[in-house]
C-alpha cells in the first residue's frame, strides 16, 4: 500500500499484549504511534510501549484503566486453559468487556482489530477457502472464536477480523520438532496445512492499523498452503533427518486463500515455507 494514503500516527491499545502483541508495539512505535500495552502483569514490557495494567476478565473498572482518545485497539488474545470454558472466557467473554470498556471510556469509534484462526473453516477436504466461505468449525475453539469474531463486528468503531494459520517463528517450532523426532507424516490421504511466519502476523496487523479503509475480513496465510508431507520432507532434507514416514488418516484440512491480501497491498516477508523455515534455521545456526 502506498505510504501516502496510510493513515497518520495515532494512539494504539494493544490488548494481550504478548509476544505478537510486544513486537507490533515496537513496530508501531517506530512508525510514530503512541503504543499501550494491556496485559495483567505489563511491568515487563520494553519501553517505549506504556504498560497498562488490566484483566478482561474482570471488568470492574476497566474502563477506568484504558488510555483515552485510542485510534486503534489491536487484540490479540489467549485462553487461560484450552478447553471450551477457557475459549469462552478468554476470547467471547474478554473482549465483550473490552468492548464495553471502549464504549464507558469514550473509545467507542476506535477501530478494532481482532486476531482470529482459520480453525473456524473446520475441516474441507482439501478444498480452498476464502473469505467469502461460509465458516462451519468442528471443534469447540472454532466456535467459540466465530462468537468472539460476531462480537468485534459489532464495535461501533467498526471491527476487522484476521484470521491467522499455523504460526511459526522464534519458539514456536513444534513441526521442526516433530521432524527431529521422526514423527510421520499423513500422506494418504494428503493432509494439507497452512501457515505464517511470526515476522507476518506482525507486518500484517501494522499495515492494518494504518490501512485507511480495511475489508472487515482478512485471511493471514503465505502464498503455499501444502501438503503436509511437502513441508515435512524439506524440513527433514534441511535439518539432515531421514523423510519421515508416510501414515493414513482421514482429515485433509484445507487450502486457504490469501488473495485479498495480497491484492490490498500487503507484501509477505516470508511468502513460503522455505523462506521463512530458511530464516529460522539461520537464526538457529547464529545463536549456537
Not at 49 to 60: E, F, V
Request: proline share 8%; net charge neutral; hydrophobic share 35%.
Amino acid at each position: 500500500m502506498d505510504a501516502a494514503v496510510t493513515q497518520p500516527p495515532g494512539r494504539v491499545l494493544i490488548a494481550g499484549c504478548g509476544r505478537i502483541g510486544t513486537r507490533l508495539g515496537q513496530v508501531l512505535a517506530d512508525q510514530d504511534d503512541r503504543v499501550y500495552g494491556l496485559r495483567r502483569r505489563p511491568d515487563g514490557l520494553p519501553a517505549p510501549i506504556i504498560p497498562c495494567a488490566a484483566d478482561l476478565n474482570a471488568p470492574a473498572g476497566l474502563a477506568d484503566r484504558l488510555p483515552r482518545d485510542l485510534d486503534r485497539v489491536v487484540v490479540i488474545l489467549t485462553p487461560p486453559h484450552y478447553d471450551d470454558d477457557g475459549y469462552r472466557r478468554g476470547y467471547v467473554e474478554a473482549l465483550e468487556h473490552l468492548c464495553q470498556a471502549l464504549a464507558a471510556s469514550g473509545n467507542a469509534g476506535a477501530r478494532l482489530i481482532f486476531v482470529s484462526s482459520t480453525g473456524v473453516y473446520g475441516e474441507n477436504a482439501g478444498d480452498w477457502v476464502d473469505e467469502t466461505t461460509p465458516p462451519a468449525p468442528s471443534r469447540f475453539s472454532g466456535r467459540r472464536l466465530l462468537e468472539a469474531e460476531a462480537v468485534a463486528a459489532r464495535h461501533t468503531g467498526g471491527g476487522v477480523v484476521v484470521r491467522l494459520a499455523g504460526i511459526y517463528g522464534p519458539e514456536r517450532e513444534s513441526l521442526l520438532r516433530r521432524v527431529a523426532d521422526g514423527a510421520p507424516c499423513q500422506a494418504d490421504p494428503p493432509r494439507y496445512t497452512n501457515r505464517i511466519h511470526e515476522d507476518d502476523c506482525v507486518g500484517v496487523l501494522a499495515w492494518l492499523c494504518h490501512h485507511p479503509h480495511p475489508a472487515a475480513l482478512y485471511i493471514g496465510v503465505d502464498d503455499r498452503p501444502c501438503p503436509q508431507c511437502e513441508i515435512m520432507d524439506w524440513l527433514a532434507a534441511a535439518l539432515g533427518h531421514p523423510a519421515p514416514e508416510r501414515s493414513k488418516g482421514e482429515a485433509m484440512g484445507r487450502r486457504c486463500s490469501n488473495a485479498r491480501l495480497r491484492a490490498a497491498g500487503y507484501v509477505l516477508r516470508h511468502p513460503d515455507y522455505r523462506s521463512g523455515y530458511q530464516s529460522l534455521l539461520a537464526e538457529r545456526r547464529s545463536s549456537v
